[in-house]
T-cell receptor, first 112, second 115 residues
């Protein structure tokens, strides 16, 4: 079945640093999604990407849908302590579909 | 405007017991999705339901697991004769139409521990 390889698994950074994480797949996806999950909570959608090459920002977050449709990255600029959490990428084969494949997550730790 | 409500938040069951997980979708939402999250892993799709209909259950284990979304009341994920391997966080999400997970909001999850 389809799999998403998300890296890095975890990151330990200093407040103020920029962060970059990415997802790759052997399959083509038509939608890429990035979520953040905090302890004891459900995932919250950060950014949705619908078009190959699309670059979308949400505050300090920027995500891109790779041209090959097999990868995506998420950047966080000027990290702050509340950025701590697990960031998941997710891909959908069909836009608006319900069978979403999730990566294993990148655990972000920010030291003040 | 209440979000997706899941209860209980934590559930402990002995091996062989039944677990019932409830999900009340957001007001006006008629589509519910259930996902399972094992420790240190991402979410895995289990089942997609609309009111009174199971649309896709291809992610559900063939035995012991069932789901429903009745005309009235919450969606229920039922696990019969639980085993240790069922221990996980179970999340539901709801959406107003078939916009898929991109249009859906997740609940806080039910953490099932089988002892």
């Amino acid at each position: 079945g389809q799999q998403l390889n998300q890296s890095p698994q975890s990151m330990f950074i200093q407040e103020g640093e920029d962060v970059s994480m990415n997802c790759t797949s052997s399959s083509i996806f038509n939608t890429w999604l990035w979520y953040k999950q905090e302890p004891g909570e459900g995932p919250v959608l950060l950014i949705a990407l619908y078009k190959a090459g699309e670059l979308t920002s949400n505050g300090r977050l920027t995500a891109q849908f790779g041209i090959t449709r097999k990868d995506s990255f998420l950047n966080i600029s000027a990290s702050i302590p509340s950025d701590v959490g697990i960031y998941f990428c997710a891909g959908q084969l069909n836009t608006g579909g319900f069978k979403t494949i999730f990566g294993a997550g990148t655990r972000l730790f920010v030291k003040a | 405007n209440a979000g997706v409500m899941q209860n209980p938040r934590h559930l402990v069951r002995r091996r062989g017991q039944e677990a019932r997980l409830r999900c009340s979708p957001m007001k006006g939402h008629s589509h519910v999705y259930w996902y399972r999250q094992l420790p240190e892993e991402g979410l895995k799709f289990m089942v997609y339901l609309q009111k009174e209909n199971i649309i896709d259950e291809s992610g559900m284990p063939k035995e012991r697991f069932s789901a429903e979304f009745p005309k009235e009341g919450p969606s229920i994920l039922r696990i019969q004769q639980v085993v240790r391997g069922d221990s996980a966080a179970y999340f539901c999400a709801s959406s107003p139409a078939q916009g898929g997970v991109a249009e859906a909001f997740f609940g806080q999850g039910t953490r099932l521990t089988v002892v």
